[in-house]
């Protein structure tokens, strides 16, 4: 695969100087132009200098890890992309990694031409991206419904400002990817919708074959409106095809 005429900037933070030296060398074979740090102050320096195109980002650093750095980069710089590098196991940072905004993460030890085909899928999403556009409007799924706003379980769903609100009327963060889960969702209740219709409708980034995060954002969001997400009433799993969304939490 050759790569662009202008090669994208690829930032590793780890703090192991071997897998550095070693990340440089396959990502500059490959055609990108690379920098390293060993620790997030660093990171920030060279950020400060000149935004990457990517963030290699181990979780696991001394002083301010990963994670931290990576909520640091999507609030300062959300066009960077962000891939976290985790060790094997450690499925709650791959989780929380993901609800900061990260596009994908790579269990340690890995694959160097699996990492690379992450990368080079994080860059096309980004760089295909098309704009954020409102969602379509959707029938009113509860009482005091306008079209625009959606009811889930004792959540409201703003379709326009792209908000999603609790009982007592205060927002509740959601990622963006959240969101346009929810929408699909809101916009085909009772229907049940299997991982490839959700791959093409739910994210404005796009999805591909290597991206595993549909169950783990399904499970976050859970957590957010279903009143015992380890019973889903609203956002219920259908064996053998995928999810399905049941307006008032009733049987599908």
């Known amino acids: ?62 002083g301010e890890n990963g994670l931290s750095l990576a909520r640091w980069l999507r609030e300062a710089h959300p066009g960077t992309g962000l891939v976290m590098l985790t060790t094997a196991g450690e499925s709650v940072d791959r989780i929380v990694g993901l609800e900061l905004g990260a596009d994908d993460y790579m269990p340690k030890p890995f694959e160097m031409r699996e990492l690379l085909a992450r990368v080079r899928a994080v860059l096309r999403r980004l760089q295909t991206a098309p704009p954020v556009a409102a969602a379509p409007a959707a029938e009113p799924l509860a009482q005091g419904g306008n079209g625009k706003r959606v009811q889930f379980g004792a959540c409201w769903l703003d379709l326009d400002e792209r908000r999603l609100t609790g009982a007592d009327g205060a927002a509740i963060d959601i990622t963006a990817a959240e969101f346009d889960l929810l929408a699909l969702f809101a916009r085909h209740p009772n229907r049940p919708l299997n991982r490839d ?50 307006p008032g939490g009733g049987a599908i």
Request: glycine share 4%.
């Open 1 to 62: 695969m050759t790569e662009p005429h202008n090669p994208a900037t690829v930032l590793v933070v780890d703090d192991e100087p071997e897998l550095r030296e070693l990340l440089s060398e396959y990502f500059t074979r490959h055609g990108f132009v690379v920098q390293t740090a060993a620790d997030a102050a660093q990171a920030r320096g060279l950020v400060a200098a000149g935004r990457p195109d990517l963030a290699l980002l181990d979780v696991n650093m001394p």
């Open 197 to 246: 219709q959700i791959m093409e409708q739910a994210h404005n980034r796009g999805w591909d074959v290597f991206d595993r995060s549909i169950d783990l954002r399904i499970m976050r969001l859970r957590r957010k409106i279903e009143r015992n997400p380890d019973k889903p009433e609203l956002i219920k799993t259908v064996r053998n095809v995928g999810y399905v969304f049941v």
